[in-house]
C-alpha cells in the first residue's frame, strides 16, 4: 500500500474549503457544519488512530515481545489514511465555511455557527495530523543494505545450514552455478 502524499491531502483540504464557501453561500441559511456531538465523535476517531498506530509502532521496534497480527496491523494503516482524508475534507470544509461566515459579519452581527466552523476547521485539522502521524508510525523500517534478500546465500546470518531438503531443494547446486548453455559440467 502506498503511503498518503501530503500534497494530496492539501488538494483534498483545497477541495473542501472550495465546497464549504460555495455550498455554504449558495445555502443562504446557516452553515452547513457538523454539530457539536459529530465534531466529539470526530476527535474520538483521530485518538483511536493513534492508540492504534501507536501499537503497530511498538511492534515494529519489538516485534518479539509486542505481537500484533499483519492484517490487522494493515487495517490499521488504512484507518490512518482514511482519518488523513477525512480530517483535510474536514478542515476544508470547516475553514470555508468560517470564512463563509466572515464575510457576513459586516451585513449581521456573529452567529452561533461562527465558533461551530471554527471548530470544525481544528477538528479536521487535528484528526487529519493524527491520521498522518499514526500512518508514519506503521511504516516499516528500511531493510538493511548488507543483509541478503536470499536466506540461503552464504552471505545471509542463517547462512547455508537451513536448505530445505525436500521440494527443489536437490535441485539447487550450492558448491557453483552451472552454465544452462553447456550443460552440466563435468570434472576432466
Known sequence: MKPLKIR???????LGL???AVVNS????????????SLLISAFLGAAALVLGWRVRAHIREPRTR?????LASRIVVFAQACAVYGALLAGWG???????LTLMQYRGTTS???????N??????????????????????????ESEDPYSP????GDRDAPEGEGGYARDRERPRDRRRGPQTPR
Open 8 to 14: 494530496w491531502l492539501a488538494l483534498l483540504g483545497a
Open 18 to 20: 472550495a465546497l464549504g
Open 26 to 37: 449558495v445555502w443562504g441559511g446557516g452553515a452547513l457544519v457538523l454539530p457539536w456531538f
Open 67 to 71: 505481537r500484533i497480527d499483519p492484517i
Open 95 to 101: 475553514i470555508g465555511a468560517l470564512l463563509h461566515e
Open 113 to 119: 455557527t461562527l465558533p461551530l466552523a471554527a471548530l
Open 121 to 146: 476547521g481544528a477538528v479536521g485539522l487535528a484528526v487529519g495530523a493524527a491520521g498522518v502521524l499514526a500512518e508514519s508510525w506503521c511504516k516499516r523500517p528500511p531493510e538493511d543494505p548488507g
Open 155 to 158: 552471505q545471509h546470518p542463517r
